[in-house]
Nanobody, 123 residues
Framework: VQLQASGGGLVQAGGSLRLSCAAS????????LAWFRQAPGKEREFVTA????????TYAESVQGRFTISRDNAKNTVHLQMNSLKPEDTAVYYC?????????????????WGQGTLVTVSS
């Protein structure tokens, strides 16, 4: 599975961005899909994930109520809608996939990664 993330950019605090991750090589319909992020000097952290067996996503507490993950199995894509952005959301955002129906918040349990897209939120 090859993943290609896009949609990052510069936005003011309070603004919105929509990230997309397109997959090729294999259908994502039986994969758990996730977004992680890595801020400068920090570890990569879990943001959100959605299993193919359960449509209810899991979110990190820091983004709950502001971010929404969605998947389009027909187009083999996953999206991350980010609203009410804060400067602390500034990071490189990565999409990831694991061939399992179970959501994991651990980065090492995801075997497929996109290249990352930079989101910068100015204050």
């Amino acid at each position: 599975v090859q993943l290609q993330a896009s949609g990052g950019g510069l936005v003011q605090a309070g603004g919105s961005l929509r990230l997309s991750c397109a997959a090729s090589g294999r259908t994502l319909s039986t994969y758990t899909l996730a977004w992680f992020r890595q801020a400068p000097g920090k570890e990569r952290e879990f943001v959100t994930a959605m299993s193919w067996t359960d449509s209810r996503p899991t979110y990190a507490e820091s983004v709950q109520g502001r971010f929404t993950i969605s998947r389009d199995n027909a187009k083999n894509t996953v999206h991350l809608q980010m609203n009410s952005l804060k400067p602390e959301d500034t990071a490189v955002y990565y999409c990831a996939a694991r061939a399992s129906g179970w959501i994991s918040k651990t980065r090492y349990e995801y075997g497929y990664w996109g290249q990352g897209t930079l989101v910068t939120v100015s204050s």
